[in-house]
Nanobody, 113 residues
Framework: QVQLVESGGGLVQPGGSLRLSCAVS????????MRWYRQAPGKQRELVAA???????NYADSVKGRSTISRDNAKNTVYLQMNSLKPEDTAVYYC???????WGQGTQVTVSS
């Protein structure tokens, strides 16, 4: 059974940085695209960043230039490095493997002074 487990969330001050991790277990990883989504209270879940199996990346305009998605196929892990965090980045961040329609449990990111 394939599982996605996120980690790395927390409370950070505006302007700070966080690196989220999503470890995939129980199945192949390197051949699958991966995505990060987020959902703020009262809002719809939105796509934040995506990375293909070949390493091509795409970002939402709201995080472009401040975030970097990457993957380590040897560790079956995808990362989201977020810099210059803003209060509006506060949300639960979810890892997604679209080919299997799998989601992680989410990790809370709170940006506040």
């Amino acid at each position: 059974q394939v599982q996605l487990v996120e980690s790395g969330g927390g409370l950070v001050q505006p302007g700070g940085s966080l690196r989220l991790s999503c470890a995939v277990s129980g199945g192949s990883f390197s051949v699958h695209a991966m995505r990060w989504y987020r959902q703020a209270p009262g809002k719809q879940r939105e796509l934040v960043a995506a990375i293909s199996s070949g390493g091509s990346t795409n970002y939402a305009d709201s995080v472009k230039g401040r975030s970097t998605i990457s993957r380590d196929n040897a560790k079956n892990t995808v990362y989201l490095q977020m810099n210059s965090l803003k209060p509006e980045d506060t949300a639960v961040y979810y890892c997604n493997q679209p080919s299997r329609q799998l989601w992680g449990q989410g990790t809370q990111v709170t940006v506040s002074s």
